[in-house]
């Protein structure tokens, strides 16, 4: 373990955290809210430990292995979630510091779980802040920092993989800081768009810029309680076709950018992508066609529903608790399929999906014709044993987690389908769930331990499982014992 | 600058992490996963994986927007067929790797003419060059030369009974009659430029720079014998040894190349008739002895094999054969065999890396090339440079010790209508004098980076 590396890059966080703290500040200045002391104080406190840590810590050896790439990007997180979670508490809007670690790691992980029953009662700057926390934790805090600051390791790509979701991490140039520039203009350029058209509709700026991030980020904090339900239609739709641009992988916008269009339309990923969402659309539009007015607000709310599950952003337009069992059916896989692969979305990624199908009719081919030597392609390239055995494994030990995690969500005194979806849309970094944790519900009335327990698994699901995990074995804190 | 490297096997792999460390966008292609995958979890770079010469695979690395192309795999036809269509695609320079003795005379010029390249590199040529020029001069570890052998600079280890132990830099420049400069000294793991009150001692290793003639002079001052190598014993029939017996049977050295393989040492009787061929195991002590290693003056050990070289070096010397030389080529054996005694270690990867270093510097000066030579010193730290100095300079005509030089920089020499010449502050520099600079841990593209802030005029 590289410590001095460890406890370095996670005072650059800090120092990072602050900057971006400043943002929320100049909204509670604009609107004269008394929050603007929490927000100074936390970026007292987090400025402090940054620069305390800066000072002390000089770092002689920047290399970089895989495990300390994990221990960074959780460590990393858990920072970022913990101080984060100040202005909620030191501001007195949410009372209690573990409701407000739950909501910031809520917000950082992209989820948008709530612990809030009114959203409405928050005052602008908070509300802000709740939904930056989405903008930040979409693109990862650490592909911001390898954007902004100079790399002296050339190891950096282990950090970068730990944070980017998906089973394959490439790069789109030679170089990690330019292909973490290129994702984060292409995710600003791409909000300011939302933003702007937006603003065309009936919202206005601040509440713009606020659902543009809950998008962007595929979060799903909104500002009222019932969610995206009371603008225009045209919002709506807005909203709906960005969730959709916003769960597909990035790669394919650079490749748009450089012209090189057939590839994307190639691209394996995007096709069962678009498949799916036409299919559920499809089949639960029919299903609860006779629910509305007609046939174009059935539509709205069909895909606007569809679309925001399956990018795992989980705003809502209309109470899909409502609908009848078959809708939620397709909605609760959906929440388990979660978008692309290199998106801002979370769940098992499509291209886990696509890849895992592959490897099963592969197997099943092998029974039928045992010495027959099979072969898996995925975007026209071979795939190796060590990639496929990683994606069985990784389908393996996210049940197992699923299931551990739900059982202990489970001594609450919910119903089945609470727990069930709770666990679900926490995992998958979607948000609502059914019944009592569904789009008008909160996760309020939840124990402490099921809090901590949901708020671990928010984290596991956007982290992809391993970093978390890493962290629970005692060879990863083994220090080095010879270090020159 | 973007550069794609084709072919990441250990020339290959020491090519990309000299050109990351310089700066430059490096894209890998190579053909097995597992390399691509360790290359670019340790450098920052992007890895394609697939075979050097096919077209799909160029297109993806990006070639078309390639300013430099390196091939750098094993077969020497492949790399000429990967950088002839990587030259077609739209890759500005290409250099390839051609090690092939066969491809190494007379036929090289046409086929670089022909294929397009901007250079075709012989890693082994390079290094049997500089095991060469290290036997003329014995008791140097590394001998470079600039500006057609006008100018020298070569590496030193200091023994115990040398005059220059507890010397101050300034005073050793009084004690001697010859003119040279001390640009840099190694202790320990840390490379020092000296000032006028470094002390020297006893284990240093130390770069000089001075005149061809004046070397001599010094050497003869100092007390170190100059003797050249005449008898040369080389241990396997690997292409280095190859390339170095024909220089050294050249000059009329008598050269005894030991090798295992029967079928290799026919081979080399054909290629050197002058050499004498010795069939048999170079790792038996008894053989070698046999063979007359006490009369040798030389031993270079070439096998393939990094340990055998050290160990039957180690064996050489403690047979007190005057220069032993060996190569090694793993990155982690070399400190290990430098402590155990062996201060000359050769090897193609660090040979070739110079030249390309000076290459991809050379394209990125947007001024145009004006660096003539770059040697790396002392394992890498130190990088002597020689700069063509040209009219549009700005640093042309002001004394030097007007000049505001950056730290861990030194004016080594200057070389005037084919005169060297040891800089003092009073000098100043003329169009078409070449320079040559010794810098510590910076990389320098052009002359005019040697000082730190643009020099106005009027305050001269």
Redesign the interface.
């Known amino acids: 373990m590289n410590y001095k590396m460890v406890v370095s890059m996670t005072g650059l966080i800090l120092r990072l955290e602050a900057a971006l703290l400043v943002l929320p500040t100049v909204i509670a200045l604009i609107y004269r809210e008394s929050t603007i002391v929490s927000f100074l104080i936390t970026i007292g406190i987090t400025l402090g430990i940054g620069i305390v840590i800066k000072l002390l810590c000089k770092t002689d050896n920047s290399i970089v292995y895989a495990k300390d790439g994990f221990v960074i990007v959780t460590l990393s997180w858990l920072c970022l979630s913990a101080f984060g979670a100040l202005p909620f508490f030191i501001s007195g809007e949410i009372p209690s510091y573990v409701d407000a670690f739950f909501e910031t790691v809520s917000g950082f992980t992209t989820t948008g779980a709530s612990i809030l029953k009114d959203v409405e009662v928050l005052s602008k700057s908070i509300q802000f802040w709740r939904s930056f926390t989405h903008w930040i934790g979409g693109m990862g805090i650490i592909v911001l920092v390898m954007a902004i600051f100079p790399t002296s390791s050339g190891r950096s790509m282990h950090i970068m993989r730990a944070e980017m979701p998906g089973p394959i991490v490439g790069k789109l140039v030679p170089r990690v800081k330019n292909t973490a520039k290129i994702l984060y203009l292409i995710y600003i350029a791409l909000t300011l768009m939302q933003i702007v058209l937006l603003t065309l509709g009936d919202m206005n700026l601040v509440e713009s810029i606020v659902h543009s991030f809950g998008t962007a980020g595929t979060g799903g904090f909104g500002i009222m309680s019932d969610s995206i339900g009371s603008y225009s239609a045209y919002s709506q739709w807005v909203i709906a076709i960005f969730m959709l641009i916003f769960g597909i992988n990035f790669n394919l916008f650079y490749l748009i950018l450089i012209g090189r269009v057939k590839n994307v339309l190639k691209s394996e990923e995007l096709h069962a992508y678009i498949g799916i969402v036409v299919f559920s659309i499809a089949a639960i539009c029919m299903n609860v066609y006779h629910m509305y007015s007609g046939f174009s607000e059935a539509l709205r709310h069909t895909t606007f529903q569809v679309s925001s599950i399956m990018t795992t952003t989980g705003f809502a337009t209309t109470d899909f608790n409502t609908w009848p069992s078959f809708s939620k059916a397709i909605l609760l896989v959906l929440m388990f399929i979660g978008g692309c692969a290199g998106s801002t979305a979370g769940g098992l990624k499509v291209s886990r999906i696509v890849l895992i199908i592959k490897i099963i009719a592969n197997n099943i081919r092998k029974v039928l014709n045992p010495r027959a030597v099979g072969s898996v392609r995925f975007e026209g390239k071979m795939l190796d044993e060590t990639t496929r055995r990683g994606i069985s494994n990784y389908l393996s030990l996210y049940f197992v987690l699923f299931f551990l995690m739900f059982l202990v969500v489970s001594l609450d005194r919910f119903d089945f389908e609470t727990n069930f979806s709770a666990v679900a849309a926490c995992f998958n970094n979607i948000g609502p769930g059914f019944s009592v944790v569904g789009p008008t519900g909160s996760f309020a009335d939840y124990s402490v331990l099921s809090k901590f327990t949901l708020s671990a698994a928010m984290l596991l699901g956007r982290l992809e499982l391993y970093p978390l995990l890493i962290m629970f074995l005692p060879t990863t804190w083994r220090r080095a014992k010879n270090v020159v | 600058m973007?550069i794609i490297v084709v072919g990441c096997g250990k020339i290959g792999t020491h090519i990309v992490a000299m050109l990351?460390h310089e700066g430059h966008?490096?894209?890998v292609v190579d053909r097995d996963?597992v390399v691509i995958d360790s290359l670019?979890?340790?450098?920052?770079?992007?890895g394609v994986c697939g075979g050097g010469a096919d077209c799909e695979i160029l297109k993806e690395a990006g070639v078309d927007k390639a300013e430099l192309f390196i091939a750098a795999a094993g077969s020497d036809e492949l790399n000429m067929l990967s950088c002839f269509m990587a030259k077609k695609m739209g890759a500005a320079h290409t250099i390839a790797r051609i090690r092939n003795p066969q491809y190494n005379d007379k036929s090289l010029n046409f086929m670089r003419e022909n294929l397009g390249l901007a250079m075709a590199i012989n890693p082994e040529l390079l290094a049997a060059h500089e095991i060469f020029n290290i036997l003329k001069l014995p008791a140097a570890v590394k001998l470079e030369s600039f500006s057609r052998r006008h100018f020298e600079m070569i590496e030193l280890k200091i023994k115990d009974n040398s005059p220059l132990v507890g010397g101050r830099i300034a005073d050793i420049r009084n004690r001697f009659s010859a003119e040279f400069i001390i640009c840099a000294v190694h202790r320990g793991c840390v490379t020092h430029i000296p000032d006028g009150n470094f002390v020297l001692q006893s284990g240093d290793k130390i770069a000089i720079a001075a005149a061809h003639l004046q070397i001599q002079k010094m050497l003869k001052e100092m007390g170190i014998i100059h003797k050249e190598a005449k008898n040369v014993m080389i241990l396997g029939g690997s292409r280095m040894a190859i390339y170095l017996a024909k220089m050294l049977t050249s000059v009329g050295n008598n050269v005894k190349i030991i090798e295992k393989k029967e079928s290799v040492c026919e081979e080399l009787c054909e290629a050197l008739p002058k050499a004498v061929i010795v069939h048999g195991d170079g790792a038996s002590q008894e053989l070698l002895l046999e063979e007359g290693l006490h009369q040798m003056d030389a031993f270079v050990s070439l096998t393939g094999m990094d340990e055998e070289n050290i160990l039957m070096s180690i064996f050489a010397m403690s047979n007190k054969v005057p220069k032993v030389i060996s190569k090694v080529n793993s990155d982690e054996l070399a400190p290990i065999a430098g402590s155990l005694g062996l201060d000359c270690l050769a090897s193609p990867k660090k040979s070739i890396s110079d030249v390309v270093i000076r290459y991809a510097r050379a394209l990125k000066n947007s001024i145009g090339s004006n660096i003539e030579t770059l040697y790396t010193f002392m394992d890498g730290s130190i990088e002597a440079i020689e700069f063509n100095v040209k009219a549009d300079s700005k640093l042309v005509g002001i004394p030097i010790c007007k000049l505001n030089i950056k730290k861990g920089i030194l004016i080594a020499g200057i070389l005037r209508n084919r005169k060297p010449k040891i800089p003092t502050g009073n000098d100043v520099f003329i169009p078409g004098d070449r320079v040559i600079i010794i810098a510590a841990d910076m990389h320098l593209n052009g002359f005019q980076d040697i000082v730190g802030q643009p020099i106005k005029r009027d305050e001269v």
Request: hydrophobic share 40%; net charge negative; no cysteine.
């Open positions: 973007k990351t966008d490096v894209v996963p670019t979890n340790i450098y920052d770079v992007m």
